[in-house]
């Protein structure tokens, strides 16, 4: 069973940056799609960046492009999420998730997830 752990998250005032990071507990996670996904309150969780396995393509929310950027590394088994210029907008409890052969927007294919990492973006 693939356990991914989030870290990362926090407390951050309009315009500035955090990055996020999700480890992973296999090696098979190498080979996985991944995403991060965010759930504010009373919102549905929606994509918030994807990567396929290899790395050669990525996807974003329209609201955050130009200001997120994913990342992985396989050899270490990560996928960070670097995130600048953040709004308050930007609020949610942020999840990493991963499977095999799922790139894309839609969350319930992916069937590994982490915990979830909040992020508050104060104005």
């Known amino acids: 069973q693939v356990q991914l752990v989030e870290s990362g998250g926090g407390l951050v005032q309009a315009g500035g940056s955090l990055r996020l990071s999700c480890a992973a507990s296999r090696r098979t996670f190498s080979g996985y799609d991944k995403a991060w996904f965010r759930q504010a309150p009373g919102k549905e969780r929606e994509l918030v960046a994807a990567?396929?396995?290899?790395?050669?393509?990525?996807d974003y929310l329209d609201s955050v492009k130009g200001r997120f950027t994913i990342s992985r590394d396989n050899a270490k088994n990560t996928v960070d999420l670097q995130m600048n210029s953040l709004k308050p907008e930007d609020t949610a409890v942020y999840y990493c998730a991963a499977g095999n052969g799922v790139y894309g927007r839609n969350y319930r294919a992916y069937g590994y997830w982490g915990q979830g990492t909040q992020v508050t973006v104060s104005s």
């Open positions: 990567i396929t396995w290899s790395g050669s393509s990525t």
